[in-house]
């Protein structure tokens, strides 16, 4: 069971610190489990810590002329070896296309690091039904490398993502058997999970972790929701 944290744009460094203690407190990982924390860029650091810690982006570049960008020489200063590639939020906010998001995978899979792949589907094309949402998901999945070893899917429909409404369990478990089919690699699902409804969504057998936003931003929140994938 992989419990991932992605904190977007909330915390520092110093908070990060004080995050990985108290989660370390509160929870101790048995061997089935993994937690990957991924902070923002300006608090990457090399924690001392049995969970990993990954970065959200980064340019597919080792460095070079991107001014605001960070490239692999940065995140090897801090022994960074997971990263976050296709999240919603950079796709249509930040404007990331398939092919660029593409690219950063090439990139990051050339360089050996885990990376947690993000897809999901908006709202028109969920409303839309099954079959239109897997058609969208499986275009996500074009110019990667769905073999590589080092890969974990993250499904995040984004209609489910800050809204407070998480997809049922029928639509989580129908999605990801779906996308079990089409790549044979670890997913998570992503959007609206709680502690309330960690423990239904991650017993869904074809769920193998959760990809959590807003409440992973406390320790205690998140350790509760580590706690409800082993009730
Ligand atoms: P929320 O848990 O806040 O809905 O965010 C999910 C997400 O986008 C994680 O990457």
New binding site residues.
């Given amino acids: 069971m992989i419990f991932?944290a992605?904190f977007?744009t909330h915390h520092t460094r110093t908070a990060t610190h004080a995050y990985l203690e108290a989660l370390k407190e509160k929870v101790s990982l048995r061997p089935e489990e993994r937690i990957v924390v991924f902070p923002p860029a300006t608090a990457l650091d090399s924690y001392d810590t049995d969970f990993t810690v990954g970065a959200q982006n980064a340019y597919p570049t080792y460095n070079g002329a991107f001014t605001g960008e960070i490239g692999a020489e940065q995140l090897e200063e801090f022994g960074i070896r997971a990263i976050?590639i296709g999240?919603?939020?950079r796709r249509e906010i930040l404007g990331e296309s398939q092919s660029f998001v593409a690219e950063k995978f090439r990139f990051f899979q050339e360089a050996g690091l885990e990376i947690v792949y993000?897809i999901g589907e908006p709202l028109e094309v969920r409303e839309a039904g099954d079959d239109a949402v897997i058609a969208f998901l499986k275009a996500q999945f074009e110019g990667i490398d769905t073999t590589y070893e080092k890969l974990i899917v993250?499904y995040?429909p984004i209609w489910?993502?800050?809204?407070?409404r998480?997809a049922t369990v029928a639509e989580i478990a129908a999605t990801h058997a779906a996308l079990k089919d089409i790549v044979a690699k670890p997913i998570l699902y992503?959007?609206?999970?709680?502690p309330n409804n960690a423990g239904e969504i991650l017993a869904i057998e074809s769920v193998d972790g959760v990809?959590?936003?807003?409440?992973?931003l406390e320790a205690d929140s998140f350790a509760a929701i580590v706690a409800a994938g082993r009730a």
């Fill in positions: 991932a992605n977007k976050l999240h919603s939020e993000c993250a995040e489910a993502i800050g809204t407070g998480a992503g959007g609206s999970v709680k990809l959590v936003g807003s409440a992973s």
